[in-house]
């Protein structure tokens, strides 16, 4: 089984920034492709971004590419997302994903485990 556990949510104005982490359990963190996804009440969930099992693979959604950057230190099992030049559509439930399978995916069907999830709110 994995566990994940997202901090670092809250609340910011417009143009700030804000820094997401997840902490994972599981004996082979350092395999999985990880990533941040997003969601609105009422809306379906969108991806953010993913890394690779090393980091050395990335990907953005464009509404957040050149703001935000994801990053991993396995050696901690931690995986964070770094939010700069917030706007208020940054706003939703940000959640952390883990993807067993070798291979990255945009898709959330293709995590398996996901985290509880942190708010995170962008006022104007």
């Known amino acids: 089984q994995v566990q994940l556990v997202e901090s670092g949510g809250g609340l910011v104005q417009a143009g700030g920034s804000l820094r997401l982490s997840c902490a994972a359990s599981g004996r082979t963190f350092s395999t999985y492709t990880m990533a941040w996804f997003r969601q609105v009440a009422g809306k379906e969930r969108e991806f953010v971004a993913h890394i690779s099992w090393n980091g050395g693979s990335t990907n953005y959604a464009d509404s957040v590419k050149g703001r935000f950057t994801i990053s991993r230190d396995n050696a901690k099992q931690t995986v964070s997302l770094q939010m700069n030049s917030l706007k208020p559509e940054d706003t939703a439930v940000y959640y952390c994903?883990?993807?067993?399978?070798?291979?990255?995916?945009?898709?959330?069907?293709?995590?398996?485990?996901w985290g509880q999830g942190t708010q995170v709110t962008v006022s104007s």
């Open positions: 994903a883990a993807r067993l399978i070798v291979g990255v995916s945009t898709v959330d069907g293709n995590y398996q485990y």
